[in-house]
């Protein structure tokens, strides 16, 4: 049987008690167990002697305690301090704030301990991040050399783990079967994946662990990347639409542009229109810092669906970015004789009735809408192309269910204003094509960005006033409420209330915020956009898209709330026009983390910049925003350091899925649909 269906309990030493404890790791099966990685191991063939430490070495030692104490140099500050010796020398381990172990140490009994060595004036101290009591120095000379340390929960010690992990390697290893067929393993030279495994767990040396979990995060990653391809496969299966006329519409659309495209929006629309004329249907990515004029080529590639004789769907993940599209676009549409129209939720029975049917019969050619658009009763006489303008807020069933609308089977762009670093990209859009404008409309001027203390919120507002004198206008942001919206609409309504009546009183001010009726949300930002509110205060529904070019300066309160993905988003609303625009962010930086994600805001005005510094700082797990779900948890692979292996997967994962004819790799293949079934890009 395979040891993934072996329940825990039946390895030696697991008890009910243990098993508990493992499954608040995730560990139900001795499968589970063998993938239950050592996050760093100890090398104990190389333990530093305490005789000769160097400043700063971080490091392992083991010594004999021959004293404790704990220091209390200040209320808030306790210091435990338990002084070694290892026959070279003597030094304190330090733990701050840990009195409580105190009792774990009596004199003359054996500890291994981890940390950073500091050398001061007349002590050495090593303050600890890990440490393990021996029950005798043996068990440093006779034991292994290379020392996995594992994730952990309370209740189970690094020493019970590592028996437990060693135990299913010995047991159950050799019954995991290979992932890769002997003509890869063979290839790359790789060992199997029980001997992987193996290595992993109870390495010989370093270099031995990292190779084998290198191996292990390059099965996973290829069947991830073959998983990704099989959609692809799946996708381009079944005819598509050839989108072949090149009609007078988009030339007449350019045409009556203000402006023309810049390099970059050339290159993707060409790349977007060679995909429409192929009868294969189009998947295709559209990555774009914001600002950058997605919005143009979404109309421009909805038009050349039109003047095929086929409809447009661009659907948007909120009601006011819809009605901002609507608005924009309609106007221009219908200069050239095209009709649009805009589907929300909010629209009475007759609006929806009329939509319905005009989408049916095929007179409505363009239609702009939300998550209304993929409601059972929507449907459409011959849809041509579907732009997702996906912020991340979709997901995939959602995408699917418009896309099944019609007939054919339409073509798919789906936009993404979050840039992401393009190994990223790949993991999580392996299946699509990938275009990506990199380039802003000339003359646009970087958005000075401040951060401005509590204490100066008053000078903020003069200097905002100032703006607004010469005729601009401002946003003002609340602070994030994840949780509720009820306690984000009475903040909100509180901060309007109290500018209204205070510091902006001379001014227009106005307020929109998530849960306010759709219809007091649409005028107010159809008074933003006429100019006839000076201040808009409002919540992160103005995050995404909002596009009033003479707004140029945005206050961000409780800026140490936000990520860095919606920061940079909001400061993407101010800066659309050519005057000089603001981006003050307001807030108490106490943690590490805001600092350093407003540090970035400071130094960095590119999006791509700042999501490489957001993928660092929070890992790649819960990165900019990025859809997670759908996205399967890697055990052995960390997107981080192996954008090599990830590289080398996708490519070897087309070649094995276009040569199925080879039963080998037609049984990897299915082997990935099936892992990773549950998941989809
Ligand atoms: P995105 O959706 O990528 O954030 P938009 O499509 O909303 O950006 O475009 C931002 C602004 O830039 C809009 O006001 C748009 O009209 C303008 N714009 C788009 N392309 C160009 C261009 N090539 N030259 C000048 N302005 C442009
Ligand atoms: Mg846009």
Request: glycine fraction near 8%; hydrophobic fraction near 40%; proline fraction near 5%.
């Amino acid at each position: 049987m395979s040891p993934f269906h072996v329940p825990v309990e039946r390895l030696e030493g697991v008890g009910s008690e243990r098993a508990r404890l493992l499954k608040r790791l995730g560990i139900d099966t001795i499968g589970d167990l063998l993938f239950h990685f050592p996050h760093r191991y100890e090398d104990r063939s190389q333990l530093m002697s305490l005789g000769h430490l160097a400043d700063g070495q971080v490091g392992t030692c083991w010594g004999i305690v021959v004293g404790v104490q704990v220091l209390r140099p200040r209320p808030n500050l306790s210091i435990l301090k338990v002084l070694l010796d290892d026959g070279t020398g003597q030094a304190y381990a330090l733990w701050f704030n840990q009195a409580y172990l105190k009792s774990t140490f009596s004199v003359g009994s054996k500890l291994l301990v981890f940390g950073r060595v500091s050398l001061g004036p007349w002590e050495k101290t090593i303050t600890v991040e890990d440490f393990e009591k021996l029950s005798s120095a043996e068990e440093l000379t006779q034991g292994p050399k290379i020392v996995p340390v594992y994730p952990l929960t309370k209740g189970l010690s690094k020493r019970v783990m590592r028996r437990l992990a060693r135990k299913a390697v010995t047991d159950f290893a050799h019954r995991i079967p290979d992932t890769l067929p002997t003509l890869i393993k063979d290839h790359y030279k790789l060992p199997g994946t029980g001997e992987a495994l193996r290595q992993v767990h109870c390495p010989e040396n370093i270099q031995e662990a990292e190779r084998a979990r290198k191996t292990l995060a390059y099965e996973e990653l290829l069947l991830w990347q073959l998983r990704l391809y099989g959609e692809r496969l799946k996708w381009h299966q079944g005819k598509g639409i050839a989108h072949l006329a090149k009609g007078p519409l988009t030339v007449r659309y350019l045409r009556q542009l203000p402006f023309t495209l810049t390099k970059a929006q050339k290159k993707v629309l060409l790349e977007i229109y060679n995909d429409m004329a192929k009868d294969t249907p189009m998947s295709r990515l559209l990555q774009g810092d914001v600002g950058s004029g997605k919005t143009v080529i979404a109309v421009l590639a909805l038009l050349r669906s039109v003047e095929n004789g086929y409809q447009g769907a661009l659907m948007v993940p909120t009601e006011i970015l819809a009605e901002q599209h609507y608005l924009k676009i309609s106007g221009q549409l219908a200069e050239l004789g095209v009709k649009t129209a805009l589907l929300t939720s909010n629209l009475d029975r007759e609006e929806r009735e009329n939509i319905r049917s005009g989408l049916l019969q095929g007179t409505i050619k363009i239609v702009v809408g939300t998550h209304a658009l993929i409601q059972d009763e929507v449907q459409f006489a011959n849809l041509g192309l579907v732009v997702i303008d996906e912020q991340h807020r979709f997901g995939v069933s959602q995408r699917a269910a418009l896309v099944t609308k019609g007939h054919k089977k339409p073509d798919l762009l789906i936009m993404t204003a979050t840039p992401i670093p393009r190994t990223l990209a790949l993991t999580f859009y392996g299946d699509l094509d990938y275009s990506v404008i990199d380039e802003l409309p000339p003359g646009r001027l970087p958005v000075v960005t401040r951060y401005v203390p509590e204490k100066q919120r008053h000078k903020a507002y003069e200097f905002i006033k100032g703006q607004l004198e010469r005729g601009h206008q401002a946003y003002i942001v609340c602070p994030l409420v994840e949780d509720s919206e009820k306690i984000e609409a009475e903040a909100a309504i509180a901060m309007y209330n109290e500018l209204r009546k205070g510091a902006f009183a001379p001014f227009r001010v106005g307020l929109v915020y998530g849960r306010m009726p759709s219809q007091e949300k649409e005028r107010a930002m159809e008074e933003f956009r006429l100019g006839h509110i000076d201040v808009l205060v409002a919540t992160t529904v103005v995050e995404v898209g909002v596009d009033v070019p003479n707004a140029n300066i945005i206050l961000i309160n409780g800026c140490e709330r936000f990520g860095l993905a919606q920061l940079h988003q909001l400061r993407g609303r101010v800066g659309r026009g050519n005057t000089k625009a603001f981006c003050l962010l307001m807030g108490r930086l106490k943690s590490k983390e805001a600092k350093a994600r407003i540090k970035a805001m400071l130094q960095q005005g590119d999006g791509f910049a700042l999501a490489e510094e957001d993928l660092k700082l929070r890992g790649p797990g819960d990165f900019f925003g990025v859809r997670q779900h759908g996205m399967p948890q890697f055990k052995a692979a960390d997107l981080l350091r192996d954008q090599q292996i990830l590289l080398l997967a996708q490519k070897d994962a087309r070649r094995i899925a276009n040569n199925r004819d080879k039963p080998e790799f037609a049984r990897l293949f299915e082997l990935a649909q099936q892992r990773y079934a549950d998941f989809l890009p």
